[in-house]
Each structure stands twice: as C-alpha cells, then as structure tokens.
C-alpha cells in the first residue's frame, strides 16, 4: 500500500516564474514543501490507525517507509511495509514485558483492535529469543519444538479497513502541500530581497 505526494506542472511553472532568479529556488521549495507534506501524512496516518488497533504511534511509523522528494525527483511517496504485525506488538494480557515474572500457563489475551472484543489464546506464551526479541508463540504439536509466532493483520489492510482514512491524507495533504508552498516561495523570496 502506498499514497504517492505529487506536484501538477502548471504550480511548478507559477513557483519557477515566482523564483527565476533564486538558484535552485523552485526546486528547494518544491522539495521542503513536498518532505514536510509527507511528514505530516504519516504523522496523520500513525494517528488514525493508532485509534483502530492497539499499536503505539512509534510502532506504525516505523512500518511506513518514506521516499522524500529531492531537486530531481519532485515527488514524495509513503509506503506500508507488506508484512504481518506480530501479536505480541498489540495489547496483551499478561504484556509481554510483564510475561516472564507471571508465568502461569493460562494462555494470552491479545486486543487487536479497539472495537472489538479481546481474543484469548489459551496455549499461547511469550519466549525470548537468543537476540533479545520478545514474541508470543503458540506450539505446532505437543512436542517443545517447532513454535510459531502469533501475528496480527498487515498494516496496510488496517488502513484500507479505516473509514474514509485514505481520502482524508489524501485532503489533508493537498491542503498541507498548498500552505507548504506558500510558506517556502514567502520564504525564499524574503530571504533573497535582504
């Protein structure tokens, strides 16, 4: 899933005609005005998902990955990472941080999302990994091994199933992008009549 910031032709010619004699003064306002719109995006993205599911804002972000925009390349894009959110991420009873000291053998209560109810994994446990990962996991048979970690839905079908999130980045951005371009050509100019 991605959301692709781009700017149409005819504002490039109005900012190029505004900055003419600036060096590089269309492209830096382009650039800072589309980096700054797609910092905003994820921020507003991170937000309303956070208000879906029981993942930390921190989390989101850093399962969104961003390609700025540079003087030859005017466009920014944001992009979710395609694979599944482990459960242990999510809300947990007992929380994985607290997992080891209360280690009763009655299984996990995981809320993935906030409208819906708890769900409980009666057989599943968290488990240190040798590299420090803290996971939850579940047995594949009665033997001790194999294990299979726990995992949650893709963040990119989180945000497709929020209501109306898409289009309103998709407002949010174009009214973000236009504030942006104002604020940069204002700047730009004020800097270069000193």
Known sequence: MSTRIQINERQVQD???????????????????????????????AKRIGETVTLKSALIKSNITKERATNYELGAMMRMRSKRIPLAAFSTNPSAANSQARATGNGVSVKVWKTRPTVRFKHAFFARMPNGYIGLFERQTTKRLPINELVGPYLASVY???????????????????????????????????
Not at 17 to 31: C, K, S, V
Not at 173 to 178: M, N, P
Request: hydrophobic content about 35%; overall charge negative.
């Open 15 to 45: 900012i190029r005609n505004l900055l003419g004699n600036i060096t590089n003064g269309a492209e830096r306002a382009l650039r800072t005005a589309l980096n700054r719109t797609l910092d905003g995006a994820v921020t507003l993205t």
């Open 160 to 194: 497709e199933n929020t209501p109306g999130l898409g289009a309103e980045v998709e407002q949010t951005s174009a009214e973000r992008l236009a504030r942006e371009l104002d604020h940069q050509v204002t700047y730009l100019l004020g800097l270069n009549s000193e």
